[in-house]
């Protein structure tokens, strides 16, 4: 079995996983307004707080935000597994992280040294400050992990990709340790006019705190956001050797595409809901199994009704569901590997945080999202739920420890 030994987060409900846990069960979202994007049409954002504690600051003038977050999360988690880098076999530790978009921002500051002809102001760094490898590169670098190092990007559902494909490296025997996660920063001026010109980004601005309604009748759109996840793989054998008591297993995980429109997802969330079957069919679960579903859930008018249908296609009966994003908005790469992280801890807690701002369900979703305050449930499964631009979906099963 595989085990999540370890957790990192550091997102808009706090820094830590027990910080980001508790703000999460409160259901007090976390979107303000935003200074660094006066002038447009969308100018709040969920932030990180205190980000400047993150890492001292000799140490991040060569790192972009979506990374300090990162390897914040990533020592964390580590040390929460109880893992010492000076014990472990260096190529037998993975790191496979989760991006979306890589640092839009970076790039945009050089353009505009740049376009005013001062070239000798760009940063020799800007490149390997941006590109979205870094990630786990620098976590590499941090922590001595020589085995295999890549990102993978599959847009809002990269993190969870990314921990599908470290469960295959130790599954494989290749890992015996994969550190992974998913990181992003889209809280910035070009992925907020474009989303916003894309119509994906709730324009309340006289109520930001509002602003992101996973599942209601007024939904129009999710609030940008930051952070990172990272969860520590490894054979359950290998961490009680330690004397760890894993926070669940993972126990499938399936990917899949709907081919169906570059950006809205399939109406009938056809795609979704095969990943979710075959997710549980590789967990040797049934639809019966499953205590809660820690859904998507951006808060926009397609993709709600898209996974409500996916999740009435799969289960008769559809478990307690909740999404994340009324609390914390939506971090793009990093949500999904936030998601997986949290529906880990609602395994190990068994509580399911509530859906913020949900006073008015959707009559037409005929689920039953928690609203209004954590509920304690008996649940021995979960299930996490991403969907990304490109029709692109991944699906995790957890299980109890």
Same mark, same amino acid.
């Given at each position: ?131 979205? +490898? ?14 295999? +190092?890549?990102? *993978? ?54 109520? %930001? ?84 579903? +820690? ?7 397609? +993709? ?49 945080? %509530? ?7 959707? %009559? ?5 999202? *928690? ?31």
């Amino acid at each position: 079995m595989i085990a999540v030994s370890g957790l990192g987060l550091v997102t808009p409900a706090g820094i830590g996983a027990d910080a980001t846990w508790r703000r999460l069960l409160t259901g007090s979202p976390t979107a303000t307004r935003d200074p660094d994007l006066d002038g447009l049409p969308v100018d709040f954002s969920c932030r990180i707080p205190d980000y400047d504690t993150l890492v001292p600051p000799r140490g991040r003038w060569r790192l972009d935000r979506f990374t300090v977050a990162a390897l914040a999360a990533a020592r964390e988690a580590v040390a929460d597994a109880r893992l010492d880098p000076g014990d472990w076999q260096p190529e037998r530790v993975g790191v496979v992280t989760g991006t979306g978009t890589g640092s839009m921002e970076r790039y945009l500051a050089e353009f505009e040294h740049l376009r005013a002809g001062r070239l000798t102001l760009m940063s020799p760094m800007a490149i390997t400050r941006s590109i979205s +490898n870094m990630v786990p590169a620098e976590i590499a670098l941090a922590l001595g992990a020589r085995g295999p +190092n890549f990102t *993978v990007s599959t847009a809002c559902a990269s993190g969870a990709t990314a921990i599908s494909v470290a469960r295959d490296l130790i599954r494989s025997g290749t890992c015996d340790i994969v550190i992974t996660g998913g990181s992003e920063s889209v809280r910035s001026r070009i992925p907020a006019a474009c989303f916003h010109r894309m119509g994906a980004l709730s324009t309340r601005r006289d109520d %930001p705190a509002g602003a992101c309604r996973p599942f209601h009748a007024e939904r129009d759109g999710f609030v940008l956001s930051e952070g990172a996840a990272v969860l520590i793989l490894e054979r359950d054998l290998h961490a009680r050797a330690r004397g760890v008591q894993p926070y669940a297993y993972l126990a499938g995980g399936a990917s899949t595409c709907d081919s169906h429109h570059y950006a809205a997802p399939h109406p009938d969330g056809d795609g979704l809901a095969s990943a979710m079957t075959a997710a549980l069919r590789e967990a040797g679960l049934g639809p019966g199994d499953v205590g809660h579903v +820690n859904a998507h859930g951006t808060g926009t008018r397609l +993709n709600d009704a898209a996974e409500h249908r996916a999740l009435r296609q799969v289960f008769t009966d559809p478990p307690p569901v909740t999404s994340l994003k009324g609390t914390i908005g939506h971090a793009v790469g990093a949500s999904a590997a936030i998601e997986a992280a949290c529906t880990a801890l609602s395994l190990r807690h068994q509580v399911i945080p %509530p859906t913020a701002n949900l006073d008015t369900q959707d %009559p037409d979703i005929d689920l039953d999202v *928690v609203a209004g305050q954590a509920r304690a449930a008996r649940m021995s499964s979960a299930v996490s739920s991403s969907s990304a631009f490109g029709g692109q979906n991944t699906v995790l099963v957890f299980h109890q420890a």
